[in-house]
């Protein structure tokens, strides 16, 4: 009776073990086929909040161009990254304007995110590439979403509609309180590893 036991409490392990890293590997392919956006204020103050969001304003016409039509994140990427200097120098001038001297820098490079809840989606926690757009101290509260499949900008697609997800990929995305679990043993699995 005990073996019987130990083998059905072994075979339920090993199910939960196997469930947990097939939604991990999910999530862990999603966030490598996003590029977020990520502008951060220099300060929580209303006027460097309200800076924040005209740069923001400000080069998301400029990021909706530059990534538009690129088949894939690869190219989005490499668009990204030869028109670093043209954004910076857009969110430059936004600031200048607005009176500020606070210095801008714009970084292309993987970032860690919480979970994010958007109109319709959410998006897990973990680490995306990021484009990255500091003000001054960037030390107030941020904006972030999606600029690759540009879910959140001027031209934005639906999730549905992007191309990119897989079945799994978005029913993670649409229903996260289902897979709760497994993006919780996603952590855990990218804990041990950062670790190591």
Same mark, same amino acid.
């Given at each position: &009776?005990?073996?019987?036991?130990?083998?059905?409490? +072994?075979?339920?392990?090993?199910?939960?073990?196997? +469930?947990?890293?097939?939604?991990?590997?999910?999530?862990? #392919? &999603?966030?490598?086929?996003?590029?977020?956006?990520?502008?951060?204020? #220099?300060?929580?103050?209303?006027?460097?909040?309200?800076?924040? %969001?005209?740069?923001?304003?400000?080069?998301? #016409?400029?990021?909706?161009?530059?990534?538009?039509?690129?088949?894939?994140?690869?190219?989005? &990427?490499?668009?990204?990254?030869? #028109? =670093?200097?043209?954004?910076?120098?857009?969110?430059?001038?936004?600031?200048?304007?607005?009176?500020?001297?606070?210095?801008?820098?714009?970084?292309?490079?993987?970032?860690?995110?919480?979970?994010?809840?958007?109109?319709?989606? +959410?998006?897990?926690?973990?680490?995306?590439?990021?484009?990255?757009?500091?003000?001054?101290?960037?030390?107030?509260?941020?904006?972030?979403?999606?600029?690759?499949?540009?879910?959140? =900008?001027?031209?934005?697609?639906?999730?549905?509609?992007?191309?990119?997800?897989?079945?799994?990929?978005?029913?993670?995305?649409?229903?996260?309180?289902?897979?709760?679990?497994?993006?919780?043993?996603?952590?855990?699995?990218?804990?041990?590893?950062? %670790?190591?």
């Amino acid at each position: &009776m005990r073996r019987l036991t130990a083998a059905i409490f +072994t075979a339920i392990i090993v199910c939960a073990v196997w +469930t947990a890293v097939k939604g991990a590997q999910e999530v862990q #392919n &999603m966030t490598e086929k996003l590029v977020r956006i990520h502008v951060i204020a #220099n300060s929580d103050s209303d006027s460097d909040q309200q800076l924040k %969001f005209k740069v923001r304003d400000g080069i998301l #016409n400029t990021v909706t161009k530059t990534v538009g039509g690129a088949k894939d994140k690869a190219e989005a &990427m490499e668009r990204i990254s030869e #028109n =670093l200097g043209k954004i910076n120098f857009e969110a430059e001038k936004i600031v200048a304007e607005s009176g500020k001297d606070y210095p801008v820098t714009v970084t292309l490079k993987p970032e860690e995110f919480s979970e994010r809840v958007y109109d319709g989606f +959410t998006l897990p926690a973990g680490v995306y590439d990021s484009l990255c757009v500091r003000i001054g101290e960037a030390a107030g509260r941020n904006w972030w979403c999606v600029c690759y499949p540009g879910l959140c =900008l001027g031209s934005a697609v639906s999730v549905d509609d992007s191309g990119v997800f897989t079945e799994g990929e978005l029913k993670i995305i649409r229903e996260p309180a289902k897979v709760r679990y497994k993006l919780w043993c996603f952590e855990l699995i990218r804990k041990i590893k950062k %670790f190591i």
